[in-house]
């Protein structure tokens, strides 16, 4: 019998991933059955249950990926020289996920707003999610907060700049942005940069003649 490859093994775990993820973005995670599963990525039980064992699993792997990508994108940020300012970077943010969770219910609506709002819900009743997200979000703030000390030594904002209060509101910012797009419709990633560029061209008032 001739050896699956490594490449075979990570292309079958995308493929069940990405069908997870949009199941759970459609339908959300008690109404989506390992069925719904099974039928949206085209493959037999025995194939899935190779990879995962269940669906508590799947929205774990989810998670844990998506934490990782932001938390590598900040990183990588963090190393530029100078490193991007947020207009930049969060819109970047932003369309990396894209990428790690492509895909669009029968609308052309992205999956991965949907599926943050679904997280979150499940992460109120689901202890076990609960810590990995909680775990997850520590990273990633951190990461965010070290990007914000390269702020400082490029010399793009004061010394006494509380780095964790920025790197909180960065996150807001994104996810806020997020939920929006979820809840409301559609909004491209410019209408972001674009509030965050007016916001930060803010100065001190002019006094009036």
């Known amino acids: ?6 490449e075979h093994l990570d292309a079958r775990r995308r493929q069940i991933l990405n069908g997870a993820a949009l199941c759970f973005a459609r339908n959300g995670f008690h109404a989506t059955s390992m069925q719904d599963v099974l039928k949206e990525v085209d493959l037999s039980a025995g194939a899935v249950y190779r990879y995962f064992s269940g669906k508590e699993e799947l929205i774990g792997a ?3 990926e998506v934490l990782e990508t932001v938390r ?14 947020p207009d930049v970077l969060i819109p970047r943010v932003l369309a990396q996920l894209r990428e790690v969770k492509p895909g669009t219910l029968g609308n052309g609506e992205w999956v991965f707003p949907r599926l943050m709002i679904q997280v979150w819900t499940e992460t109120l009743r689901n202890d076990e999610l609960s810590a990995l997200m909680t775990a997850g979000y520590v ?7 070290n990007l914000v000390e390269s702020y400082k030594v490029a010399g793009l904002m004061p010394e006494d700049v509380d780095a964790d209060a920025m790197a909180r509101t960065m996150i807001a910012l994104a996810q806020g942005f997020a939920a929006q797009v979820a809840v409301f ?4 990633p410019e209408v972001l940069r674009d509030g965050l560029r007016a916001l930060m061209s803010m100065g001190e008032p002019r006094v009036r003649p």
Do not use: F, H, N, T
């Open 1 to 6: 019998m001739a050896r699956v490859s490594q």
């Open 62 to 64: 989810i998670v844990a």
């Open 72 to 85: 590598d994108v900040q990183e990588c940020a963090a190393r530029e020289s100078p490193p991007p300012l």
């Open 139 to 145: 990273k990633v703030r951190a990461a965010w907060a």
């Open 185 to 188: 419709g559609a909004a491209s």
